[in-house]
């Protein structure tokens, strides 16, 4: 079971549902055998910027953030997984320039974010064949394409 926090602080068109970010989170979360609880926050450019820069310091916005929870254990009983922040401009943006389609870009964001958030990284060649194969499987079982077909457009960064 997935329980999600949305957040909306953006005035950008074309957002995907609450029942589209909570399919795309549960079929990233599908294997995992306990409940899970996230907040997914769509934001401007101007809070994308700030967030990246604060926890980054990058002097851009970028698409997609992963803050892991860092609970210590037995702390609190719930199953809290952390949040993401998508930035809905650039997002928008991306999906174009990669001719992509936007419901498909956000997605893939949303996959990729979650996996984040689940300990998946991309740092080592390993690791980023091992997440980017999970991506492709749950793209295509989402029914969208391969989100890597254009490697060279495709910059995803994220904390």
Not at 15 to 27: K, V
Not at 47 to 65: C, F, I, P
């Amino acid at each position: 079971m997935v329980t999600l926090d949305l957040q909306i602080a953006s005035t950008a068109p074309h957002l995907p549902s609450y029942e589209q970010l909570l399919t795309w989170c549960q079929t990233a979360l599908q294997q995992r055998t306990t409940a899970s609880e996230l907040t997914i926050r769509i934001v401007d450019l101007a809070e994308g910027l700030a967030l990246n820069s604060q926890w980054r310091g990058k002097d851009y916005a970028t698409n997609v953030l992963s803050f892991p929870a860092d609970i210590p254990e037995g702390l609190l009983d719930i199953p809290l997984l952390g949040d993401l922040v998508i930035c809905a401009p650039v997002v928008a943006q991306e999906a174009n320039e990669q001719h992509k389609s936007l419901e498909a870009h956000w997605a893939h964001l949303v996959l990729h974010g979650c996996l984040h958030l689940l300990g998946f990284d991309h740092i080592e060649d390993d690791e980023a064949e091992e997440m980017e194969s999970l991506e492709q499987q749950m793209m295509a079982e989402l029914g969208h394409p391969d989100p890597y077909r254009d490697d060279e457009l495709t910059d995803y960064t994220h904390s």
